[in-house]
């Protein structure tokens, strides 16, 4: 309501300034030449200056107005109220903030992430998150880019959340058979050699506390 009222007050006030123009203009329709051209120079600078003080202003308005009415808008605000509720500790709402966002973009794999990420460090369900992350990756054609960033953090959340080592390895082994000689293949190859690392590591601190417990014992 208030953008309405402030339209009509403009365009109000953009046709008494009209009226204005021409009461005088025909004042002056008997004056001189040299008093229309006066005229003619006043009237241009007045307009020129209300033109900078308030038409330019106004237009920048309304595109502003246009841009942020836009989905844009709307996802921003709510990856913002999403951000907020999880600060808020409030799990479920930013969760609810996010699927409007997918609602409003579904083609965009992000909110499908940031819900996944909730349930599994938040809420502390990895089958929530893997839940979301594998319906979403089968329900339509992702463009490569988008599927193997869902893939990526479907073997994120088995390595960190499960440390479910063959599952990680198996979804980027998917990844790689999937998307040969791209950049998301050598990712995933990087992405195994550090999973053989950690799962050594692991290993190896298991057979030391072993050790350790059995020397204590004896």
């Not at 502003?64 to 990856?79: I, P, R």
């Not at 990526?152 to 479910?164: C, G, N, P, S, W």
């Not at 390895?169 to 058979?177: A, S, T």
Request: proline share 3%.
């Amino acid at each position: 309501m208030n953008i309405d009222r402030t339209l009509i007050i403009r365009a109000c006030l953009a046709i008494l300034a009209v009226l204005l123009v021409m009461i005088l203009w025909n004042m002056v329709q008997d004056a001189s030449d040299g008093m229309k051209l006066v005229f003619v120079i006043v009237v241009g600078l007045i307009g020129g200056i209300l033109s900078v003080k308030y038409l330019i202003p106004w237009i920048g308005d309304a595109m502003g107005e246009a841009m942020f009415s836009s989905g844009e808008k709307v996802e921003q605000d709510e990856m913002t109220k999403a951000a907020v509720s999880v600060s808020q500790g409030d799990y479920e709402g930013a969760i609810g903030h996010y699927e409007k966002m997918m609602e409003e973009k579904p083609e965009d794999p992000f909110p499908v992430a940031e819900i996944s990420k909730i349930h599994a460090e938040r809420l502390h369900d990895t089958d929530a998150a893997l839940r979301v992350l594998e319906e979403h990756l089968q329900s339509r054609d992702w463009p490569v880019d988008d599927a193997a960033f869902i893939m990526f953090r479907i073997a994120d959340v088995q390595l960190k959340h499960r440390h479910d080592f063959d599952a990680a390895r198996d979804m980027l082994e998917q990844v790689i058979g999937n998307f040969p000689n791209t950049r998301h293949s050598a990712n995933a190859h990087h992405k195994m050699t550090e999973i053989e690392q950690a799962q050594y590591k692991l290993l190896m601190d298991q057979r030391a506390r072993a050790a350790a417990s059995g020397g204590t014992a004896a």
